[in-house]
Structures are given as structure tokens and as C-alpha cells.
T-cell receptor
């Protein structure tokens, strides 16, 4: 299984809502990532988890809260978002964090988020 | 600091013609380089990667790329474009910590 799955595919939420994005991989990868991608732009790294511990937080606002319940799952909890947070949210995983050459990232299909 | 520059935000090619997407990098250490493709409303799919084993790298869907250290380049080519190649292409570089640096992307349009 070389797939990263993400749910839901689409999400529309108001600025007062609380929602969560889910990501799952069964490749035995120990690093997982959240990216935000605006239209016609490259993905921007948000968070990195390595061995289920938060390794990198790219100064992301606290209205985004990541969680890694186990080595296969990654969640992104959303609360009090702004319209400018509307984007495609991509999850990725890699065998390890760092160790260049062993960190080819596998991406999920993304969740298209719209904040009204 | 490491960086990736993709020359040309849009490329238009005729079906059957050569596809050439340019990527130049800047790195203080030997780089690991990747090309990803993104179809509309989908995630990124790895086309190929350079990890210093061979300078000419073959990938999926008939794509290949050549690493040229002297030119700090990693250009992507495909001999004959197909309509299904229409997509966004990203060149990426990873540093020793594994953080990806993506290029700005190149949108490929294939005309009949």
C-alpha cells in the first residue's frame, strides 16, 4: 500500500465552526507532514511530525492544531478560521524525517477547505 | 540557503512535441532533487528523483531529468507530449534536514 488518504475531500465551514482534517498512511512511514497550498502556488509546509512527536511548526497560527494519535494517523484540528485560510490542505508522509535521500514524500489527494 | 528556481510559469507545447521544463537549484551541499506533478484538484505525485546514483534519471510516464552539477540544473524532459501531460509541475530540493524547498511551479498546457 503506497497510498496516503485524506478525509474529507471537501469541507465548507463558517468562521465559528470547529472541524478536523484526517490523514492516514500504512507504509510504515515515521514522518508525516501538513502543507497548505493556495491556487497556482507551491505547497507551504505547516507542520512535521517525526515518530509521533511534533518536530517542526512553521509559525502557524494557533487556530490550526495538529495531532498525531499514532504512527499511521495525522489530524489537523481547525477552529475560528478566517476566509484567507481557504486552500487545499495536503498531507504527506516519508520514511524518515531528515536523512536526505530517505525522505521522498508521498502526498495525499488533499482536502479542499472553504471558509465562509 | 538552498533554493529552487523554475524558469517559466507557463509552458505551452503541441501534442507530440518535446516537453522541456527548466529547474535550477542553489545548494551548499550535494542536493537531493525531485520532480512532482499535480493534476487539477489532486495531490502531488512523484515523477522522479535524483539521489546521486546516476545523473540521468528516468521516471514515470516517459519523463526523465538530467542532473548537471556544473550548470546547477535538473531539467525535466519528455520526448513526445500527450494531452494527459497537462498539469502543474514542481521541482523540489531537500536539505540535510529533509525540509523540501519547492519551486514556484510550471503550468503545462498541451495543444492538439
Amino acid at each position: 500500500d503506497t497510498e496516503v488518504t485524506q478525509t474529507p475531500k471537501h469541507l465548507v465551514m463558517g468562521m465559528t465552526n470547529k472541524k478536523s482534517l484526517k490523514c492516514e498512511q500504512h507504509m510504515g512511514h515515521r514522518a508525516m507532514y501538513w502543507y497548505k497550498q493556495k491556487a497556482k502556488k507551491p505547497p507551504e509546509l505547516m507542520f512535521v511530525y517525526s515518530y509521533e512527536k511534533l518536530s517542526i511548526n512553521e509559525s502557524v497560527p494557533s487556530r490550526f492544531s495538529p495531532e498525531c494519535p499514532n504512527s499511521s494517523l495525522l489530524n489537523l484540528h481547525l477552529h475560528a478560521l478566517q476566509p484567507e485560510d481557504s486552500a487545499l490542505y495536503l498531507c504527506a508522509s516519508s520514511q524518515e524525517e531528515g536523512l536526505a535521500g530517505y525522505n521522498e514524500q508521498f502526498f495525499g489527494p488533499g482536502t479542499r477547505l472553504t471558509v465562509l | 540557503a538552498q533554493s529552487v528556481t523554475q524558469l517559466g510559469s507557463h509552458v505551452s507545447v503541441s501534442e507530440g512535441a518535446l516537453v522541456l521544463l527548466r529547474c535550477n537549484y542553489s545548494s551548499s551541499v550535494p542536493p537531493y532533487l525531485f520532480w512532482y506533478v499535480q493534476y487539477p484538484n489532486q495531490g502531488l505525485q512523484l515523477l522522479l528523483k535524483y539521489t546521486s546514483a546516476a545523473t540521468l534519471v528516468k521516471g514515470i510516464n516517459g519523463f526523465e531529468a538530467e542532473f548537471k552539477k556544473s550548470e546547477t540544473s535538473f531539467h525535466l524532459t519528455k520526448p513526445s507530449a500527450h494531452m494527459s501531460d497537462a498539469a502543474e509541475y514542481f521541482c523540489a530540493l531537500t536539505d540535510s534536514w529533509g525540509k523540501f524547498q519547492f519551486g514556484a511551479g510550471t503550468q503545462v498546457v498541451v495543444t492538439p
